[in-house]
């Protein structure tokens, strides 16, 4: 039998260019995200990702090489996404333990992504991924989750999934679309920010503060989170009271959408109906706005590439002023390139649907 070689190549998640060798070996060492190194199939056909928002980039790029899914899709999404992802079937996360180690196997994914987001330190995250492949037995790449690298994760999966360009013209919107932003609300005069509360929950009385997973989009776009607290393990949103929310006065609240993934929404129609909150600022002012969901919400929950045009919508939101977009045609053309879908007006007011000024 002749010994199977393993060959490193050094793939740097600066997304520098991987050198294979020109062989029929069947695995290479690649350096993922995180800094580890990991045996992976020269050829990957099969991809389970731990976590939605790693499934949603995968999808992206090439969704015939998704083995299965953490979840279904939200209901109302159908439309937007392609026939195929809705063939995917549905694995469960098996770090969430929704899914058991046989399920995911019989699978038989050959690679395994977790992401590595904000939130949690990179030796926490090598730690859970080196558990996760020892308990599966099959390779687990850790992609960076951080809405800031994103092109970096779509040119580091590019390469080893063999899509170098579409991972490229995908990877170069995000990285062209962030420092458009980044640039336009940089000139906002530190009077001029927005005090924003992220409102979770059917009452909207959980919440995350700056520097979480779950607010990247408003920290990007320079929002004021007003929320002051504490999140449990996980990122799991800190619970608050009315009073306390009243106290912070915020300037706008943004929630999720009722039929959003994970969205936990219907806060929207509650704080125009509930007098508690009639005394806020942004509720008395009308200046409420729900987060777009779908088909994957723009904010948070998962915290997805969908975030960079959440990025777009919230800074022309907060700061019409600074932030001239047209968030109509913006709309249009990020689906057309991630989603493989063209929105009509109607589908594009539909999807904006008390997310904009009146």
Not at 217 to 239: M, W
Not at 276 to 285: L, P, R
Request: overall charge negative; proline content about 5%; aromatic content about 8%.
């Amino acid at each position: 039998m002749l010994a199977i070689v393993t060959i490193l190549v050094v793939l740097t998640a600066c997304g520098k260019e991987p050198v294979l060798p020109k062989d029929n070996r069947p695995t290479i060492d690649v350096i993922d995200m995180s800094g580890r190194t990991v045996t992976i199939p020269r050829e990957i056909n099969r991809i389970y990702a731990v976590g939605v928002n790693g499934s949603i980039i995968v999808y992206t790029l090439a969704p015939e090489k998704l083995s299965g899914l953490g979840v279904l899709p939200a209901s109302g999404t159908a439309k937007y996404i392609n026939e195929q992802y809705h063939k995917i079937p549905v694995l469960g996360d098996v770090e969430g333990n929704s899914a058991n180690s046989e399920t995911v196997l019989k699978a038989n994914p050959d690679i395994i992504i977790s992401s590595m987001m904000a939130d949690v330190d990179k030796a926490t995250t090598i730690t859970n991924a080196d558990r996760l492949q020892k308990k599966l037995e099959r390779p687990v790449v850790v992609i960076d989750g951080r809405l800031t690298n994103t092109d970096k994760t779509y040119e580091f999966l590019g390469n080893i999934m063999d899509r170098k360009e579409r991972a490229k013209e995908l990877g170069d919107y995000c990285a062209k679309s962030l420092k458009e932003i980044k640039d336009m609300v940089e000139k906002i005069p530190a009077e001029k920010l927005v005090r924003v509360y992220y409102a979770e929950g059917p009452k909207g009385l959980t919440t995350d503060p700056a520097g979480s997973r779950h607010t990247e989009v408003l920290d990007f776009v320079r929002g004021i989170n007003v929320a002051q607290v504490q999140t449990g393990l996980d990122s799991v949103p800190a619970g608050v009271s009315l009073e306390q929310v009243m106290i912070w006065n915020p300037d706008v609240i943004i929630t999720g959408k009722g039929k959003g993934h994970n969205s936990g929404g219907e806060f929207y129609n509650y704080a125009l109906k509930e007098g508690n909150w009639e005394n806020i600022k942004a509720v008395k002012f009308g200046q409420v706005y729900e987060i777009p969901a779908y088909p994957f919400n723009w904010f948070d929950r998962p915290p997805s590439v969908s975030r960079v045009i959440g990025i777009k919508w919230l800074a022309n939101l907060l700061y019409p002023d600074y932030v001239t977009i047209d968030i109509k045609a913006e709309v249009k053309e990020f689906y057309a390139k991630f989603f493989d879908y063209n929105l009509n007006d109607q589908e594009v007011d539909d999807i904006l649907q008390n997310a904009m000024r009146k």
